[in-house]
């Protein structure tokens, strides 16, 4: 994850999405954000083993991504 701190890059992607007008408070706070591929939205900084409890990781059967098991 990474703000993106260029204050025209938000002006101009809050009035070309039209941002603002779905939202009713005044003076919001908005930012930029990027996130990269396999990040989690909610927690990019935390590890999943700090999101989800030690058993379910015990829990789960150990698995393979390969060709033809979908």
Request: hydrophobic residues 40%; glycine residues 8%; aromatic residues 12%.
């Amino acid at each position: 994850m990474e703000y993106i701190s260029d204050r025209e890059l938000l002006k101009t992607t809050l009035e070309k999405m039209g941002i603002s007008g779905h939202f009713d408070s005044l003076g919001l706070q908005f930012h930029l954000v990027e996130y990269h591929k396999g990040e989690l939205l909610v927690a990019p900084f935390k590890p999943m083993d700090q999101l989800l409890p030690e058993s379910w990781f015990r829990s789960q059967p150990p698995f393979s991504l390969s060709a033809g098991t979908f």
